[in-house]
């Protein structure tokens, strides 16, 4: 997987403990080093091009901006913006995601305040204090991120959103045959007509265009196609001790009803159902 590239912004003077110890946290952290790298220009190799185009690039090939806003708002280029707001700005227009946190101070240059006003229009920021309250924060942020992003699940596999996947991944006759199915055993109040997105919105299997993995399990056109493990191996053994090799082997594959009638099929297949004398 790409990793994730989170750009550092600040004033470099003021956060220069700050910078490091965040750039040196996430790639430490066992979480988080599995998914961002960080880019902080004080360890960017010498190269034949003006700072302020690294900054750009920086920020252009990053996909999250994370901007250290403080007391200072550092130096200013020929039309009065700070490398920090500039940087922020080009942010913007990129539509990258963009996580300001705030430093308390007494004191701010006026410029700072008016750039932490104008990014407070745009963006919930945070506040604080300490370096391990920066932390804290920005770890919080992050998850939130790979949890907004489906990197990582909060909600159980079966509700979560499927990645990649959309209502179009639903095979309509398998929703026609579910709710006659449905109709006939439980007295399903929907009609034969019903339309796909109206089913899975009823059962909860959808959001939008968006659907869960629950949804491509039961109703998807090539469940395996996203989910290659979802398969029921059935084997059959003569005696009590498990050998190879094995005299019956089958992989099933399909929606669940389809894996689960092969497996029982395979099952009553094999086994002596006769009753005798009682």
Known sequence: MKPIRI????????????RKLLADYIRQDALLGQFFETFIFEKTSAKDKSAQK???????????????????????????VSPTEREYDIATAANKNRLIFIK????????????IRKAEKEVVRQSFGSYDELQTAVYASLIDYLSDKEYIRRLPFDATLAFNATI?????????????????????????????????????????????????????KK????????????????????????????????????????????????????????
């Open 104 to 115: 308390e101070a007494d004191n701010r240059h006026p410029k700072e305040t008016a750039f």
């Open 168 to 220: 179009d991944d639903i095979d309509s006759e398998k929703i026609l045959k579910f709710v006659h199915s449905a109709g006939v055993r439980r007295g399903f109040p929907f009609g034969e007509n019903v339309e796909p997105f109206e089913l899975l919105t009823h059962l909860n299997l959808c959001q939008g265009e968006r659907i869960t993995n629950a949804a491509l399990l039961l109703f998807g």
């Open 7 to 18: 750009f550092i912004s600040s004033v470099q003077q003021e956060f220069a403990k700050e």
């Open 54 to 80: 690294v900054y750009s690039e920086g920020v252009e090939q990053s996909d999250i901006y994370l901007g250290l806003l403080g007391s200072q708002y550092g130096y200013e280029d020929a039309e009065g």
């Open 223 to 278: 469940p395996q196609y996203f989910f290659p493990t979802s398969t029921v191996k059935c084997g059959q053994f003569y005696g009590t001790r498990k050998e190879k090799p094995i005299p019956s082997y089958h992989i099933y594959s399909g929606d669940v009803f389809e894996v689960i009638d092969q497996a029982v099929s395979f099952v009553l297949s094999r086994i002596d159902a006769r009753v005798g004398i009682r």
